[in-house]
């Protein structure tokens, strides 16, 4: 009965033969472990690992084997390998004669069969091996391949198959791994410890050395056996896939993924040259930088006109985090953004002035008061000037004057997705870059400005032309570039020399966070977008990093390198754009030609004298809440009432009569909720300012 049912079996699995795949087709169906991300030009960027169940490499032909590597395999595995038809009788019955007086049984399996159970996974063995049943058929697909495919064909297939160490399979995985080399530059000792393993790929290494000398002895070599056990005890050694790790996988990883078989390999916009010379010139600059405590960065380079990525670094420092898609926190980077749309409002000008001088503003989480960079203050500051060198309180009042929703609904109209909170939550800081945005998203916020307010994604891959939408006015993001181009505008904050300064035509901004955890420079040319961070994505403080010092080095060097060959010229200025001659009394600045959106335009930019101001309440502002310091002995402690015009007013507090207002008055702090008026002479309220005083000591207001 039972040999009915095997041969029952086997007259089933005959039936299958037909299905025995040809040389061509398991060729085809072989995919490495890696995939391999090419550049624009088919030129390998990088490859990642992304069939996690074994490591292979490409299919290695077996001309480009050495050929000691057939001759040890053939000698250890299937010395009749060229004579026999697939089933090699004189070994079985060689076998079957020594397993009668063996304890461990002795295989007869030829080269051809064990390809039979690589193809096949009915006829894979167990832990206990293959029973009588797969033996039968494992017999009978050994003689159907050996019936259609040449015998080099079969040897070539069993090395590209075959599972040498651990997760190595195949004979390019292994030959790099074990030894670093391809396998047409294998030796003979490296052949026979190669040709060792595949009868025991989980061996001990000595037990491995063992049947490689004795090979190497059949074969004749003249290796002693020290140096075979030295190789093999130096090649088990090594860590698995050491010789096979792969540069920093970020843009691979974004294209190739993670999941799926393996051997999917993808062409890319990038261009290899200018995404090694990013990577090096990153990991360049953070050696540097590294004294200053600064260790990872990360960098895109964007084509205007296509939105294509030429250069895509993820980090060049420690660690895996993906710096171009992290969300950071923006600084400065943001104020571009903020000037075009007061132009494009027409609140503001290029040639407005702005003050320059401190400010305390009420928010939700309580009194907010921006410093600049140096902690200074330059009185009035053009919007030229204010955004080229980056003044903070200017900025802080421009948001003030266009209302912060307005600003928060515009960055979201660039792209910039992590701004999900509203308004609110970021408050008066939004004008200085409190919110957290990636590196991919800001650039391209920037190539929107370079491209005319028109707006368009990004990609990785080719693509037809993509229809852009405009999002910024044309004038107003002609203006902004002229501005970040303007060396002399930035002079006051970074110097005329610097890395800003490029010979050919680019405007550029530069961006540190709170607490120095994040620099930024993100600049355009008329063909390119640049954009590189630098900072610590374990959020430690970098150590006295500027704007020019930090991420603006590697930003020049890139667009250097982009230039080298090609000019990058101002484009002309659009319709309702003109340039007029403007100065200014007093003269806070120089005259100079300054360019205005058409109807906007003035000759004449005149600071409005104090007597003519607006009479207001300038500290406290309404909603404050101020708290009593316990440092600072109560009969010391002192607030400062200031008002703006103040001539001729004076002060009530709580019903109270204060004093008059033409000058500070320093009032002691009392714990509580107060009202504070400005009355005229005749007692008319001109302003009120209602705060709060918190904390643990009461006392009796005076003065």
């Known amino acids: 009965m039972r040999r009915c049912l095997t041969l029952s079996l086997a007259l089933l699995h005959l039936g299958a033969l037909a299905a025995v795949p040809t040389p ?103 832990a206990a091996g293959r029973n009588w049943t797969q033996k039968f058929n494992q017999a009978l697909a050994a003689r159907e391949i050996e019936s259609g495919w040449s015998k080099a064909q079969i040897l070539e297939a069993y090395l590209n198959l075959a599972s040498y160490r651990g997760e190595l399979q195949g004979i390019a995985a292994a030959s790099q791994a074990l030894f670093g080399k391809a396998p047409s530059g294998l030796d003979l000792a490296e052949s026979t410890i190669l040709a060792a393993l595949l009868r025991a790929p989980g061996a001990a290494p000595k037990a491995v050395a ?86 990872d960065g990360a960098a895109v380079v964007i084509d205007n006109a296509s939105g294509e990525l030429l250069a895509y670094v993820g980090n060049a420092g420690r660690g895996e985090v993906d710096g171009v898609a992290a969300l950071r926190q923006a600084g400065s980077t943001l104020k571009p953004f903020l000037y075009e749309l007061a132009i494009e409002r027409r ?181 390119y977008t640049v954009g590189v961070w630098v900072g610590n994505f374990d959020g430690q403080p970098m150590w006295d990093v500027s704007g020019v010092s930090g991420a603006a080095p590697v930003w020049r060097d890139l667009m250097d390198a982009l230039h080298r060959d090609q000019p990058s010229r101002q484009g002309a200025a659009p319709d309702g754009v003109v340039g007029r001659q403007v100065r200014y009394a007093p003269a806070h600045e120089s005259a100079r030609q300054e360019w205005f959106l058409r109807g906007t335009e003035t000759a004449l930019i005149e600071a409005v004298a104090p007597e003519r101001r607006a009479s207001k309440i300038i500290y406290p502002v309404d909603g404050s809440i101020l708290a009593v310091d316990p440092d600072i002995p109560a009969a010391r402690e002192r607030v400062l009432f200031q008002a703006q015009a103040g001539q001729g007013l004076h002060w009530r507090l709580d019903d109270a009569a204060l004093g008059a207002a033409d000058a500070a008055l320093a009032w002691r702090p009392a714990v509580g909720s107060h009202r504070l008026d400005l009355l005229d002479a005749n007692g008319k309220v001109i302003a009120t300012s209602r705060f709060e005083v918190r904390g643990n000591r009461a006392s009796v207001a005076d003065q």
């Open 24 to 126: 061509q087709q398991v060729r085809a169906a072989f995919k490495p472990s890696n995939a391999q991300l090419f550049d624009r030009h088919g030129v390998p960027v990088e490859s990642v690992r992304i069939d996690m169940r074994a490591r292979r490499l490409a299919w290695t032909p077996l001309a480009d084997m050495s050929p000691v590597l057939g001759v040890a395999v053939l000698q250890a595995e299937d010395a009749r390998f060229m004579e026999h038809g697939g089933v090699d009788l004189r070994a079985i019955g060689q076998a079957a004669w020594d397993n009668l007086f063996r304890e461990r049984p002795r295989g007869a399996s030829t080269i051809t069969m064990q390809l039979a159970g690589l193809l096949d996974a009915e006829l894979k063995a167990s």
């Open 210 to 295: 063992r049947r490689a000398c004795a090979l190497a002895g059949e074969l004749k070599l003249r290796a002693p056996c020290s140096s075979i056990e030295w190789q093999t005890e130096v090649a088990l050694g090594r860590p698995a896939g050491a010789a096979l790790k792969a540069q920093p996988p970020q843009v691979a990883r974004k294209l190739l993924g993670q999941d799926g078989q393996g051997g999917q390999d993808v062409r890319s916009t990038l261009d290899a040259g200018l995404q090694r010379f990013a990577l090096e010139s990153l990991r360049r600059h953070l050696r540097e930088l590294n004294d200053r405590n600064v260790a």
């Open 347 to 527: 609140l503001l000008t290029a040639a407005s002035l702005l003050d320059d001088s401190p400010i305390d503003v009420a928010g939700e989480a309580g009194l907010y008061v921006p410093q600049n960079y140096d902690r200074q203050f330059k009185g009035y500051a053009s919007v030229r000037t204010s955004l080229a060198s980056s003044l903070n309180i200017p900025a802080v009042r421009t948001l003030l004057l266009l209302g912060p929703e307005r600003f928060h609904g515009r960055l979201q109209d660039l792209g910039l997705s992590s701004l999900k909170e509203d308004a609110s939550f970021y408050g008066p800081s939004l004008a200085l870059g409190s919110a957290d945005v990636s590196l991919l998203e800001l650039s391209n916020a920037y190539r929107t400005l370079a491209n005319g307010g028109l707006y368009g994604t990004v990609t990785l891959r080719p693509r037809p032309p993509e229809q852009k939408r405009r999002v910024l006015d044309a004038g107003a993001a002609w203006i902004v570039g002229d501005i970040l181009s303007d060396r002399g505008a930035r002079s006051p904050t970074f110097g005329l020399r610097n890395d800003l300064a490029t010979p050919y035509w680019s405007a550029v901004k530069t961006g540190t966070s709170k607490d120095m955890r994040d620099n930024w420079c993100v600049g355009y040319s008329s063909r």
